[in-house]
C-alpha cells in the first residue's frame, strides 16, 4: 500500500497556474501507474488525468491542452501542471496510484486507482 501527499494547492484567479506534487512512499511507484482525480462541491469524483509506469497519459477533455501529468520516479513523485485556470476547475484534487491496462488488451489505456492521498483543495476565482 502507498503512502500519498499532496502539495501545491491553493487559491488563484482565473487564467493562473498552479503545479501540484504528490509523494510516494511505501511502494513500487516507478511500476505503477498514477493519477489525478478531483471532487467539485455537489459532483462526483472524476478523473483528471493519467500517467501509466512508461509514461503514457490520459486526460478528461476539459482539461486537455491546458494540464500536463509527469512523474520523476526517482523522487517517486507525480505532478500535474495546471495553466489557464478556470473557475470549474475548483475542487478537491486526489492524487493515487494504480493500474494501467496493457497495450493489446481490451483494457489498453485504462487506468484504475488504488490507493489515494487525502487530498488537496484548488479553488480558482473568476
Known amino acids: 500500500q502507498a503512502d500519498l501527499v499532496e502539495s501545491g494547492g491553493g487559491s488563484v484567479q482565473a487564467g493562473e497556474s498552479l503545479k501540484l506534487s504528490c509523494e510516494a512512499s511505501g511502494s513500487s511507484f516507478s511500476s505503477n501507474a498514477a493519477g489525478w482525480y478531483r471532487q467539485a462541491p455537489g459532483k462526483q469524483r472524476e478523473l483528471v488525468a493519467a500517467?501509466?509506469?512508461?509514461?503514457?497519459?490520459k486526460y478528461t477533455d476539459s482539461v486537455k491542452g491546458r494540464f500536463s501529468i509527469s512523474r520523476d520516479n526517482a523522487k517517486m513523485t507525480v505532478y500535474l501542471q495546471m495553466n489557464a485556470l478556470a473557475a470549474e476547475d475548483t475542487a478537491v484534487y486526489y492524487c493515487?496510484?494504480?493500474?494501467?491496462?496493457?497495450?493489446?488488451?481490451?483494457?489498453?489505456?485504462?487506468?484504475?486507482?488504488?490507493?489515494w492521498g487525502q487530498g488537496t483543495q484548488v479553488t480558482v476565482s473568476k
Open positions: 500517467i501509466s509506469s512508461s509514461g503514457q497519459t
Open positions: 493515487n496510484v494504480g493500474v494501467w491496462g496493457d497495450d493489446g488488451t481490451r483494457w489498453a489505456g485504462e487506468y484504475w486507482p488504488v490507493d
